[in-house]
Structure formats: structure tokens, C-alpha cells
């Protein structure tokens, strides 16, 4: 059994550039996690401590841009891309994915929470409005951006569809990978199993540095 465990893996190793194929993949998920992160907060700082005409319709229509599925602006989100010549680019998975109305919707939640006396003192002390966010908010939302950038690196890390369509060649990230070991003639499941495994030791070891964060960003949503 062991022996036909290390065939598999050798199966892989020879088939794939596996360190290609884990660098690739693992710059998409580090620059859209925190692409969406820096996005997100900066939307979500503004839903929360600024007061504009019409911002509740505003946060309403936004968080609803998550309710239309990926099929309605996988088209034109294509097209654009195209236009820009980034098919066919690592760039062209992650530009389309900097925003994330779920990470915002959080935040948001996250910073309303937040004492308004702490934010007026910040004001009082002469800190303008991008001085406040950095020194003061995003400090004391440590946990929750950790717990929420492991939740943004897995989503861009297991994405399959969108990497297909922009990268067409078959050894460009983990998920085209271990797509190639499924055929018309029949699909090598040891294989498929072996490269998943080592599909999935990145995200162990970043939940395994992080997990000190996450079970304090847990706690710290039951106090209030």
C-alpha cells in the first residue's frame, strides 16, 4: 500500500511542474486576498464611519451584486479582459476578483461595533480620516482581517472555473493540474488524490500560523 502511495505521488511529480503549478496558484490566492482585503476595508471604512446622501441605498445595492451568480458577468468581465490583453495572464484571475461584497458586508459589521468615543478622540487628536483607519481601526481588527484573509486565500485558492477560462494552458495553476489527470479514457484517481493532497498543505500550514487569530476573531464577534 505505501509502495503504490509513492507511485502515485512519483505519477504526479513527473506529470506536472508541481512547484510551478503551487507558486502560480499561490501568488492568484496571496494577491487577491489581499487585494480584496485593502479594497474592502477602504469600502467598508467609508459605509461605516462616513455619513453621505443616500448611503444605505448605496451599502444595499452593493451587498446585492452578490446575490447575481458568476455566470451573468463571466461574459463581460471576459471581454474586458480581452480588451486589456490579459487572457492568458495571471493578472487577468486576479484583477477581476479585487472586490468582494461579503468581506465588506463583515468589516462593516466589525467597525460599527467599534466605540464612537475612541473614533471622535482619534478626530480631537488631529488624525484625519486615512490616520484614524490605519492606526486606530485596522489595529484592533487584527483578528477579524486574519480570520477573514484565510477565508478570501481559500475561496481564491479552490476557484477552478475562472482560471480555466482566462488560462487556457493546463499546467498553469494547482486546479487546471489535477483537471489533466481526468480524461475520455478514464480518470487516474490515485493521481488525482495524491495532487489534491498536496493541493492542500498550503492552506494547512497557513491555518495552522493563523489559527491563534481565528479563534480570537470568534470570541471577540460574541463580545459586545
Known sequence: MLRDGVRRYRLVFDSLDVGSLLANTLLIAAATAVGQLVVCLLAAYAFAAWEFRGKGLFFLLFVATR??????????????????????????????????ALAVLLL????????RELLDAARIDGRGSWSTLW???????????????????????????????VLPRANS???????????????????????????????????????????????RSGLR
Not at 71 to 97: E, R, W
Not at 141 to 163: E, H, K, Q
Open 135 to 165: 492606526t486606530v481601526v485596522v489595529p484592533n481588527l487584527r483578528p477579524v482581517l486574519a480570520s477573514l484573509s484565510i477565508l478570501l486565500f481559500i475561496t481564491a485558492w479552490n476557484d477552478y472555473l475562472w482560471p480555466a477560462l
Open 67 to 100: 446575490l447575481a451568480p458568476f455566470q451573468v458577468t463571466m461574459v463581460s468581465n471576459y471581454l474586458v479582459l480581452s480588451n486589456l490583453g490579459l487572457l492568458n495572464t495571471l493578472a487577468g484571475v486576479i484583477v477581476p476578483n479585487l472586490c468582494s
Open 173 to 219: 495553476v494547482v486546479q487546471l493540474g489535477i483537471r489533466g489527470f481526468m480524461g475520455a479514457e478514464g480518470d487516474a484517481w490515485g493521481a488525482i488524490m495524491a495532487a489534491s493532497g498536496l493541493a492542500c498543505l498550503p492552506i494547512f500550514s497557513i491555518y495552522l500560523v493563523m489559527q491563534r487569530q481565528v479563534v480570537d476573531a470568534f470570541v
Open 108 to 115: 462593516r459589521q466589525h467597525m460599527q461595533a467599534f466605540s
